[in-house]
T-cell receptor
Framework: EDQVTQSPEALRLQEGESSSLNCSYT??????LFWYRQDPGKGPEFLFT???AGEEKEKERLKATLTKKESFLHITAPKPEDSATYLC???????????FGPGTRLSVLP | DSGVTQTPKHLITATGQRVTLRCSPR?????VYWYQQSLDQGLQFLIQ???????AKGNILERFSAQQFPDLHSELNLSSLELGDSALYFC?????????????FGNGTRLTVT
């Protein structure tokens, strides 16, 4: 069964304290691994797509990496405005096309 | 701005009623997906359309239906509403329908059933 899990469920960081979020996936035939940021009451905002193991993408304080079984979202020197829920999703070429994880709720304290 | 437009933003209605949620996808995107997100819950896939045709169904209740029109906008119809249907409903669009291009989400319709 296709599955995406994320850890930790929630993470509290002090401003400037770097950390990583994990996304583990078990799907048949990964077409892409996607990261999103969701603010309360808003739609998920697309951040990155990763297509193959070893690939990395960066945007400001965020860097996403991909292996054959998991993806990491590294947050360097986070700021309070980085507080949000971060979702990852596996893209597949069947069924619902996207299998979403439950998200990691990140809080960055000033 | 994702380019995906959802209307209305908020909807308050009574149990037993019927509502229609509307979605305009990003220009050029052929696929539309509908998701339900209850309070503090994950995204639940409801249904997908590609270029006017239904492609995949998820945990969509029989009381719910959707369609995609020739201009590619989509509507989600919810009928015989129950209290438990209160949630955020998101529409997302994608260029293709094969899981290899990202979804772009609208900001949702918040449905409250009283």
């Amino acid at each position: 069964e296709d599955q995406v899990t994320q850890s930790p469920e929630a993470l509290r960081l002090q401003e400037g304290e770097s950390s990583s979020l994990n996304c583990s996936y078990t799907v048949s035939g990964l077409r892409g691994l996607f990261w999103y940021r969701q603010d309360p009451g808003k739609g998920p905002e697309f951040l990155f797509t990763l297509y193959s193991a070893g690939e990395e993408k960066e945007k400001e304080r965020l860097k996403a990496t991909l292996t054959k079984k998991e993806s990491f979202l590294h947050i360097t020197a986070p700021k309070p405005e980085d507080s949000a829920t971060y979702l990852c999703a596996s893209g597949v070429n069947y069924g619902q096309n996207f299998v979403f994880g439950p998200g990691t709720r990140l809080s960055v304290l000033p | 701005d994702s380019g995906v437009t959802q209307t209305p933003k908020h909807l308050i209605t009574a149990t037993g009623q019927r509502v229609t949620l509307r979605c305009s996808p990003r220009s050029g995107d052929l696929s539309v997906y509908w998701y339900q997100q209850s309070l503090d819950q994950g995204l639940q896939f409801l249904i997908q359309y590609y270029n006017g045709e239904e492609r995949a169904k998820g945990n969509i209740l029989e009381r719910f239906s959707a369609q995609q029109f020739p201009d590619l906008h989509s509507e989600l119809n919810l009928s015989s509403l129950e209290l438990g249907d209160s949630a955020l409903y998101f529409c997302a669009s994608s260029v293709g329908g094969q899981g290899n291009s990202p979804l772009h989400f609208g900001n949702g319709t918040r449905l409250t059933v009283t």
